[in-house]
Structures are given as structure tokens and as C-alpha cells.
């Protein structure tokens, strides 16, 4: 049973750092690639950073020098370092493969205060 657990969110003001995780189980997480996403309040879920299996990453536009991905395949685990939080980046942040499955986990909120 896949099961994908973030941690990490919190109210953090404008300019502040956040680091997320999600450990996940019940599938192979070394061989697919992860990412996080995130669903801001009226608006659909954006893929926001990817990590491949072997270590290359991408990034949407609005996050591309700010948020970093990075994963631990010892741990199953795959983090997000944000730096320079924006009020725009509040938002319920999920991870999950690359290509998602159908089942999400809670989320973790990120509110970013001007």
C-alpha cells in the first residue's frame, strides 16, 4: 500500500526558509522519479520541483533559484529546502512520483505572511 507522509509546513514570513519531507513506502522510491507539488487556495495542483532517479532536477519558473529537491534513497524520503518564501507560495504542498500516483497524501501547509 503506498503511503506518502509530508512534514515540515508552518507560517513563516515574507523572505523565510522552510524544509519539507515526505517519507514515503509501499512502492520501489529509489527506481521512479519524485516531486513535490502544491495546491494553493482556488487554484489547481502545479508540479513545483522534480528529482530524477539519479539525482537531476527541474523546476517551474516561479521557484527555479529559491526551492531545492533532494532525496535520501536510504531513507525513502524526499525533501524540499525553500529559501525566500514568497506570499505567492502559500499553498498545501504534496509529493509523489514524477508521474503521480492516483492516491495523495495530507499535504503540508505553507502560509507565507507579507
Known amino acids: 500500500q503506498v503511503q506518502l507522509v509530508e512534514s515540515g509546513g508552518g507560517l513563516v514570513q515574507s523572505g523565510g526558509s522552510l524544509r519539507l519531507s515526505c517519507a514515503a513506502s509501499?512502492?520501489?522510491?529509489?527506481?521512479?522519479?519524485m516531486g513535490w507539488y502544491r495546491q494553493a487556495p482556488g487554484k489547481q495542483r502545479e508540479l513545483v520541483a522534480t528529482?530524477?532517479?539519479?539525482?537531476?532536477?527541474t523546476y517551474t519558473n516561479s521557484v527555479k533559484g529559491r526551492f531545492t529537491i533532494s532525496r535520501d534513497n536510504a531513507k525513502n524520503t524526499v525533501y524540499l529546502q525553500m529559501n525566500s518564501l514568497k506570499p505567492e507560495d502559500t499553498a498545501v504542498y504534496y509529493c509523489n512520483k514524477a508521474v503521480p500516483f492516483s492516491s495523495w497524501g495530507q499535504g503540508t501547509q505553507v502560509t507565507v505572511s507579507s
Open positions: 528529482i530524477h532517479t539519479g539525482g537531476g532536477t
Open positions: 509501499g512502492f520501489r522510491f529509489n527506481s521512479y522519479a
